[in-house]
C-alpha cells in the first residue's frame, strides 16, 4: 500500500479547476515559483494574494487556506 499524504483543501481546488501553475501565477499576478511553493510547501502567504486565489479558483478564502491559516496573523475569514 502506498504512502498517500493527504492534500489540502487549496491542492484538491487547484487541480479541480484544471489550470497550470503558470496560468493561475498570471490571473493572481505572482510568479510561478510561489504559486508553486503556496499550492504545494503550505508556505506563509499574503492575505490578499490568497484572497486572489480564493477568487480564481471559486472558493472561500477560509475554506481553502484552512491548513495554512496558522501562518496569518489573523483567521481567514
Given at each position: 500500500?502506498?504512502?498517500?499524504?493527504?492534500?489540502?483543501?487549496?491542492q484538491?481546488?487547484?487541480?479541480?479547476?484544471?489550470?497550470?501553475?503558470?496560468?493561475?501565477?498570471?490571473?493572481?499576478?505572482?510568479?510561478?515559483?510561489?504559486?508553486?511553493?503556496?499550492?504545494?510547501?503550505?508556505?506563509?502567504?499574503?492575505y490578499?494574494?490568497?484572497?486572489?486565489?480564493?477568487?480564481?479558483?471559486?472558493?472561500?478564502?477560509?475554506?481553502?487556506?484552512?491548513?495554512?491559516?496558522?501562518?496569518?496573523?489573523?483567521?481567514?475569514?
Amino acid at each position: 500500500m502506498q504512502n498517500e499524504t493527504k492534500k489540502t483543501e487549496l491542492q484538491k481546488a487547484f487541480e479541480e479547476s484544471g489550470l497550470k501553475y503558470h496560468e493561475l501565477a498570471v490571473m493572481v499576478g505572482i510568479s510561478k515559483s510561489y504559486c508553486y511553493k503556496i499550492i504545494n510547501w503550505n508556505l506563509r502567504v499574503y492575505y490578499d494574494v490568497a484572497v486572489k486565489i480564493a477568487n480564481v479558483l471559486g472558493k472561500e478564502t477560509s475554506i481553502l487556506f484552512k491548513e495554512q491559516e496558522k501562518n496569518f496573523k489573523h483567521e481567514v475569514s
